[in-house]
């Protein structure tokens, strides 16, 4: 089946650093990926959508500058959380769908835990 | 009102029972309905994936859609308690909407 990783899986910083993560698809060209966040007992919620080589389309009340979205290939997305602050702290998830424009077809990565401290 | 309502559980039952987990949404425009499990610490994983009224089932796991109620149900049959998780509903018309996930414990 379709696999979906991340890179890295835990994160600590510092208030004020920026943390890049890594999302790939291992086995299949992914046209669009998908980033989402994840609170504590609370669902996924979509952060942005992004197609290889266009800009990242972001969900209300998502900051763009804050939240740097590259999806450079059909394998490889990356989130730049730029002057993490502890409010950031949470669970990233990444997804890549394996047909442009379908987003029911989406194959999540394993999640990265961000800590802020 | 959420688009998608989900019980939070937690659901605790013990092996070999039947399981039934519910959702219920409010966006006539859904057309996609998937089930994903969820483990601690770890990414959803797809379980059923259906768009149409009706019943789907794929080993011990059914899922089923009722359109005309927007309700939506997973049942699990012989329930293992490997298969203890988060079990997130999720619909779709142009993006995903997850339900908060329901938390099962099955114990031995």
């Known amino acids: 089946g379709a696999v979906v990783s991340q890179h890295p899986s835990r994160v600590i910083c510092k208030s004020g650093t920026s943390v890049k993560i890594e999302c790939r698809s291992l086995?299949?060209?992914?046209?669009?990926m998908f980033w989402y966040r994840q609170f504590p007992k609370q669902s996924l919620m979509l952060m942005a959508t992004?197609?290889?080589?266009?800009?990242?389309?972001?969900e209300q009340g998502v900051e763009k500058d804050k939240f740097l979205i590259n999806h450079a290939s059909l394998t490889l997305s990356t989130l730049t959380v730029t002057s993490a602050h502890p409010e950031d702290s949470s669970f990233y998830i990444c997804s890549a769908g394996a047909l442009e424009g379908n987003t029911d077809t989406q194959y999540f990565g394993p999640g990265t835990r961000l800590t802020v401290l | 009102q959420k688009e998608v309502e989900q019980d939070p559980g937690p659901l605790s039952v013990p092996e070999g029972a039947i399981v039934s987990l519910n959702c219920t949404y409010s966006?006539?425009?859904?057309?996609?309905f998937m089930w994903y499990r969820q483990y601690s610490r770890k990414g959803p994983e797809l379980l059923m994936y259906t768009y149409s009224s009706g019943n789907k089932e794929d080993g011990r796991f059914t899922a089923q859609v009722d359109k005309s109620s927007k309700y939506i149900s997973l049942f699990i049959r012989d329930s293992q308690p490997s298969d203890s998780a988060t079990y997130l509903c999720a619909m779709s018309a142009n993006k995903l909407i997850f339900g908060t996930g329901t938390r099962l414990q099955v114990f031995p």
């Open positions: 086995d299949f060209q992914a046209t669009t």
């Open positions: 966006n006539s425009a859904f057309q996609y």
């Open positions: 992004s197609n290889e080589g266009s800009k990242a389309t972001y």
